[in-house]
């Protein structure tokens, strides 16, 4: 809904955990995707949504 994605915005949540993975990401407010080349650093880079998620509610 909009007032979610006014305080957490797709792209910019993508692009915290792709960076994570040594890789890239973005998109709009409501959609984003990503790719990144570290695999085995995305359970950390996953496990760190919930805390960044947070912050922004």
Known sequence: SKDVTDRVK???LIGM???Q???KGGGRPD???AGG?????LPAAL????G???AKL
């Open 10 to 12: 797709a792209g910019e």
């Open 17 to 19: 955990v792709a960076q």
């Open 21 to 23: 993975v040594g890789g």
């Open 31 to 33: 959609m984003a995707q």
């Open 37 to 41: 080349t570290d695999a085995s650093a």
């Open 47 to 50: 496990a760190s949504v919930k």
């Open 52 to 54: 960044w998620v947070s």
